[in-house]
């Protein structure tokens, strides 16, 4: 035991964090006699039990009342609930769902175990934990569909270096919770406050679930494993966006990615540069080159010399991700003109 204080007949334990290595059956049980042993002394009503750094159970404390106690064991009688739980993959391209099992039954509860989870090192070795190192649920709550996760500071001063990393550290909390039907969005919070930026990302929103970030790409179902360049609406820069692409029969990789391109919309502080009623009027491939003729929606709609830039950048990077491409030429209803500030009389690579 680290520490111990009474307050309004509630006694507060702090217990080294080798306790919250306990589950299941074996947790029920410590927590039972710690809660009944204690229960026992003048003026203690409750017991609250907490570890130095990691979760109980999934949960940051953990409060009993003596008689919540059950004196006989219905453990086995309780029936395991499975969860899906999403890690990111080898490469953190995708994020890969994994089955947990828990007897907990309250949707906040279950809820809270799950992201706990993701701090877990996963039974499959080719994915990785996406939690930062340290960090602990303060407090998960559900209200209309709204899931409000308050993290440890851990979480932030943890936080990911990379861009893909912290993406994909935001989407497996993101696309975890939901898997559970009362949840519809989730936004996060460090020690009661709410950030306005991650490293890169945008923290003031309400993010929603992103079925396109997770894999694995299938591609004997003709998916592409796609990098798409859209902006960070945050602070409008361009970013490379790992995509699971699905191409119909007569599509070639190049057009499935255009077309998805041209299809993205505003989806969790990412927006496409393209305009929105740009379409692909033509798109051939010649060896490392891919030609693509866009209607006149594409420069009516860029007014400035940076979202020229942007456009024009987002479709190059875009396709040059897929391996066979090295060049783009682009043209505005057949001719290489069209733009003010940029010229397309030229290879893009």
């Known amino acids: 035991m680290v520490s111990a204080s009474v307050s309004n007949g509630v006694l507060s334990l702090e217990l080294t964090d080798a306790f919250a290595n306990l589950s299941g059956v074996d947790l029920s049980l410590a927590l039972s006699c710690i809660s009944m042993t204690f229960s026992q002394m003048e003026g203690v009503e ?10 109980i159970g999934g949960q940051a404390k953990i409060r009993l009342d003596r008689d919540q106690i059950l004196l006989e064991d219905n453990s086995l009688e309780m029936a395991e609930n499975t969860l899906n739980v999403y890690y990111a993959d080898e490469r953190y391209r995708y994020l890969i769902a994994a089955e947990e099992k828990t007897k907990l039954e309250g949707t906040e509860e279950q809820a809270a175990f799950a992201i706990s989870m993701l701090g877990a090192k996963p039974q499959n070795d080719s994915l990785h934990a996406t939690l930062p190192e340290g960090t602990e649920i303060l407090d998960l709550s559900i209200e209309d569909g709204l899931c409000i996760v308050d993290f440890s500071a851990d979480f932030y001063r943890n936080r990911p270096s990379s861009e893909a990393e912290e993406r994909l550290t935001i989407l497996s909390i993101v696309d975890t919770l939901t898997e559970f039907k009362e949840i519809e969005n989730v936004q996060l919070y460090v020690e009661g406050e709410a950030l306005s930026t991650y490293s890169r990302m945008d923290l003031t929103m309400k ?10 790409v299938r591609a004997g179902l003709n998916e592409v494993d796609a990098t798409l360049s859209v902006l960070r609406k945050n602070d409008w820069t361009l970013t490379e966006v790992p995509m699971r692409v699905k191409s119909e029969a007569n599509e070639t990789d190049s057009d499935a ?12 502080g990412y927006i496409s540069p393209i305009p929105a009623d740009t379409e692909v009027l033509s798109l051939t491939e010649r060896g490392n080159r891919c030609m693509v003729d866009l209607s006149k929606d594409f420069a009516a709609g860029l007014t400035t010399e940076q979202s020229e830039l942007l456009a024009v950048q987002s479709i190059v990077s875009s396709l040059t991700s897929l391996e066979r491409i090295r060049y783009v030429n682009i043209t505005i209803e057949g001719q290489a003109s069209g733009l003010t500030y940029v010229n397309l009389n030229q290879d893009f690579e």
């Open 46 to 55: 409750a017991v609250e039990l907490s570890t130095e750094h990691l979760p």
């Open 207 to 216: 993010f929603t679930r992103d079925e396109t970030a997770i894999g694995p």
């Open 257 to 268: 990615v255009m077309s998805a391109l041209l299809n993205f919309r505003e989806r969790n």
